[in-house]
Structure formats: C-alpha cells, structure tokens
C-alpha cells in the first residue's frame, strides 16, 4: 500500500504563512501527479494545487500568486508554501498522489488523512 501523511497545518492570522508537507510511503514504484486540495465546511473538496512528476504545477485561481507546490521526488515529499493567507483559505488540506506499487500496478488516487488549516481574521 501507499500511505500519505500530511503535516504543517494549524492556526494562523490573516495575512500569515504556513507551509505543509506530505511524505508518501509504503510500496511505491512510481509517482506521477502530487497535489493538494482543500474542503471547507459544507462545501466539496476542490483542487488547490498539483505537480506533475517532471516539475509541471496548475493551480487553481484563488490561490495563484500566493501559494506554491513543490516536490521532492528522491523523497517522494511534496510541499505547499501558503502566503498572505485568507479567511477563506480555511478548511481541512488533502495530499494527494497518483502511484503505482509496481511495474504490473496501475497508477491509482491515494489520499492523505488531511491537516487543518484555520485562518483567523
């Protein structure tokens, strides 16, 4: 299996900073996607960030020019530097990845547990 374990997250002021990190670990052949979404309460998990193996991102429009995904594929880690933070910017963080487990697997969604984050205004 794969296991996603996210860290980082917290309470901050609006403003601030925050970076989170999701390390990927268990049977791993390959990596290809590695992202980061969001759910707010009562409203459905939508994409924030994702990095593509060769270094690729797309992010979506509320977050650009404040957020940046990064990666770290000999440590099969990736990171989520989250500037000038919002309210709105608030809800619990997912890691995703899109791996196989071997050659004969095929790639598949694994998540992490999550990692809240709270921006305070």
């Known amino acids: 299996q794969v296991q996603l374990v996210e860290s980082g997250g917290g309470l901050v002021q609006a403003g601030g900073s925050l970076r989170l990190s999701c390390v990927a670990s268990?049977?791993?052949?390959?990596?290809?996607?590695m992202g980061w979404y969001r759910q707010a309460p009562g409203e459905q998990r939508e994409l924030v960030a994702i990095?593509?193996?060769?270094?690729?991102?797309n992010y979506a429009d509320s977050v650009k020019d404040r957020f940046t995904i990064s990666r770290d594929n000999a440590k099969n880690t990736v990171y989520l530097q989250m500037n000038s933070l919002k309210p709105e910017d608030t809800g619990v963080y997912y890691c995703?990845?899109?791996?196989?487990?071997?050659?004969?697997?095929?790639?598949?969604?694994?998540w992490g547990q999550g990692t809240q984050v709270t921006v305070s205004s």
């Open positions: 268990g049977t791993i052949f390959s990596i290809n996607t």
């Open positions: 990095i593509l193996s060769g270094g690729s991102t």
């Open positions: 995703n990845a899109v791996a196989k487990r071997s050659l004969w697997h095929d790639y598949r969604d694994y």
